[in-house]
């Protein structure tokens, strides 16, 4: 027998550390880059300023040669900066400084560089780590040469030595760069781990925490949006629990009466007709209250998972409607209900003929419910002066509902706690199933209310011709 082999848990990562290399590998490619770009910047100056010192200088012994000036002064005092010059002769001798030998000028091959020399006067060149100037001039009635050379090693000491000052003064950046990166992500990972223990909480049933507003805009974001959630899940619990008290009552009065009045017909009324009639009415009026119940809950779960796929096709909506408000005509013959009609005739929609059934069956059933002591349902479906928009309304003439209960009243097993003068059937459902079904139409609807004078709950349909294709 072959066994699975087990996957593979994927190692998390950390955010904070994961911040923290990014950002240090910025910084470092950074300060590597500056750092490279002033180096060579500054190797590039150096050398170009040499240069043009080495000329000036060459320059101006040429000029104190030519006007028969002290030149073998001006050669010591050039000296001392660290510029070596000399006066040859065509052959390669030494003429000043007396004593010195041709190596020490260091100019490379005469020959060559003479060559080179004719028809330019004067030439800057590097030879042997030394930056020399030569130039053709007359000393003591004879074409000679001057040269001043500055050592090649004198410039590297110094850019050496700036290098190094670019190291420490990058590791001190570095080093900067690592406090304030590990500081950020430190208080970024922080508020990130706040939000989870937070959220641990919370899914322990905690609903008095709260997701505090943080420093960083997308943190705060999140913080609204998990506090959104927490009042939302609260919310459905709340809901949770008077649905099932709901249910329990709903389940419990009905069984009882159907066993109570099963119980009477065997004992007391299975010989007299007409009790035996009355207590089976009984029993079935409780069954199909069992019945509503149940359909209820299977409707809000289908319409909730979109489990029922919408049938569209094109009706009489006026006549529908009619239909509908036949069946609430007992009502006006037992219990002195007013059902008040103002219905446009041949007004057609496309839609789920069953779906806007169960829509609009709900809403009567809710006015008739909640309406006044006058007992009166008024019912609206009006077209509009373009023709094509529809618009039914439904009002009753109850107590109202109050204006911070109103986005409520759609949400799944919520009920208005208020005491009315009729017991009020149902278990909350009704309005979360019609606010589905239409949000699954993409219909516009709503409610309007205001204490002590009634609520209207509107749908606004499309309007079609009557021949349009059904199908």
């Known amino acids: ?110 020959e060559n560089i003479v060559n080179k020399l004719d028809g330019v006067g004067a030439m800057v060149y590097s030879e042997n780590n030394n930056i020399v100037y030569l130039a053709a001039v007359e000393y003591g009635g004879e074409q000679c040469f001057i040269s001043a050379s500055y050592s090649m090693k004198i410039i590297q000491s110094g850019v050496n030595t700036l290098l190094w000052y670019f190291i420490i003064i990058g590791a001190l950046v570095l080093l900067v760069a690592i406090i304030i990166s590990c500081s950020a992500s430190q208080r970024l990972s922080g508020g990130l781990k706040t939000l989870s223990s937070t959220a641990v909480r919370l899914a322990k049933g905690d609903f008095s925490v709260n997701f505090e507003n943080a420093e960083y805009s997308e943190l705060a974001d999140l913080s609204d949006t998990l506090n959104t ?58 069954a199909d209250r069992l019945t509503g119940l149940v359909n209820d809950v299977l409707s809000v779960s289908k319409v909730s998972s979109n489990l029922d796929e919408l049938n569209f096709k094109v009706f009489n909506l006026t ?46 059933g809710n006015a008739v419910n909640y309406t006044g002591e006058d007992k009166t349902v008024y019912i609206s479906l009006k077209s509009n002066l373009a023709g094509d928009r529809i618009k039914l309304k439904i009002r009753d003439t109850g107590k109202g509902i109050a204006k911070e209960d109103l ?9 208005v706690k208020e005491n009315h003068s009729r017991p009020v059937k149902g278990t909350g459902l009704g309005l979360n199933i019609v606010k589905k079904i239409l949000e699954n139409h993409k219909f516009d609807f709503g409610a309007e209310s205001e204490k002590d004078k009634g609520s209207t709950f509107w749908i606004d349909f499309p309007a079609v011709p009557a021949e349009i294709d059904k199908e």
Request: proline share 2%.
């Open 1 to 110: 027998m072959k066994f699975k082999k087990p996957a593979q848990i994927k190692k998390l990562k950390s955010i904070n550390r994961i911040m923290l290399r990014y950002f240090l590998l910025l910084a470092f490619l950074l300060i590597l880059l500056v750092e490279v770009i002033s180096f060579m910047v500054v190797k590039i100056t150096v050398n170009t300023q040499t240069r043009e010192r080495i000329s000036r200088v060459g320059s101006d012994l040429v000029k104190v040669c030519s006007g028969g000036g002290d030149l073998d002064g001006l050669m010591r005092d050039y000296r001392r900066e660290g510029i070596n010059s000399y006066v040859l002769s065509a052959d390669g001798k030494v003429l000043l400084p007396f004593g010195a030998d041709f190596e020490e000028a260091g100019i490379g091959n005469l």
């Open 229 to 286: 959630v927490r009042d939302e899940v609260k919310k459905s619990g709340d809901f949770q629990r008077e649905l099932l008290a709901n249910v329990s009552h709903d389940l419990k009065t009905p069984l009882t009466m159907i066993k109570a009045y099963a119980s009477m017909i065997r004992e007391i009324s299975g010989d007299n007709p007409e009790k035996r009639e009355k207590h089976l009415q009984v029993i079935i009026d409780e």
């Open 319 to 364: 006549e529908y409607l009619y239909g509908l408000i036949n069946k609430f005509g007992y009502l006006q013959e037992t219990q002195g209900y007013n059902l008040m009609v103002d219905i446009d005739a041949n007004l057609y929609t496309r839609a789920d003929e069953e779906k806007i059934g169960q829509v609009v069956y709900n809403l009567l």
């Open 407 to 415: 986005p409520e009243i759609w949400n799944r097993y919520y009920r």
